[in-house]
């Protein structure tokens, strides 16, 4: 039987990328992650980290996230960090704001078996039909959470990894304690693998 969600243990992992550009896909560029345990945000565990690439950054990417090729000089690559990752993401359940780019790139690990995936976006959708945007900026000052945000995570700006995982795990919080789903099991919100 799955978990209830008072007593989850959920991270959040957001990945600024590189950009699209003529045809190529994107490449992760910084890596954000926030955990939650028992409903209660642990920033303790706030982790980021640019990402080392050999892609150019568009400069489209490059004014949404402001990201630059000199950021990532020192930065380790993310199969550097499978370590870490693996420590962080196995076991818990992982939770994303349109799961389908973290998911994508966390397939530079074959087989890691992260997940289940709790997409935000997905239930924003459910949560709050209407909207005219479910962008998670829109979503998070369409539930009044923006301040909460900078509380949390002082130096918080959107499109940035740490930034948009913290929202993320917020946002989740706040529609399971509006929903009241705390003695719910986790596998109410969640997708497969």
């Not at 994508?104 to 690990?109: H, Q």
């Not at 924003?124 to 900026?137: E, N």
């Not at 900078?150 to 918080?156: N, R, V």
């Amino acid at each position: 039987m799955s978990p209830l969600l008072k007593n989850a243990s959920l991270v959040a992992i957001d990945f600024e990328s590189s950009g699209e550009a003529a045809g190529e896909a994107g490449v992760p560029i910084q890596i954000g992650l926030a955990e939650m345990k028992s409903l209660q945000l642990d920033p303790t565990s706030f982790f980021s980290s640019y990402l080392k690439t050999n892609s150019p950054i568009t400069k489209v990417a490059k004014k949404i996230h402001g990201i630059t090729p000199a950021d990532l000089q020192e930065a380790p690559s993310l199969l550097e960090l499978w370590p870490e990752l693996q420590r962080r993401l196995q076991g818990r359940c992982l939770v994303a704001h349109g799961h389908g780019t973290e998911r994508r790139f966390l397939r530079a690990f074959p087989m890691h078996g992260f997940g289940p995936w709790i997409d935000t976006l997905t239930l924003s959708r459910q949560f709050f039909p209407g909207l005219s945007s479910y962008a998670l900026a829109d979503v998070i000052e369409h539930c009044k959470l923006t301040q909460e945000l900078h509380t949390l995570h002082p130096s918080f700006r959107w499109h940035e990894a740490l930034s948009d995982a913290i929202a993320s795990l917020l946002l989740l919080l706040n529609l399971i304690q509006t929903a009241d789903l705390v003695d719910h099991p986790i596998s109410l919100l969640t997708s497969p693998v």
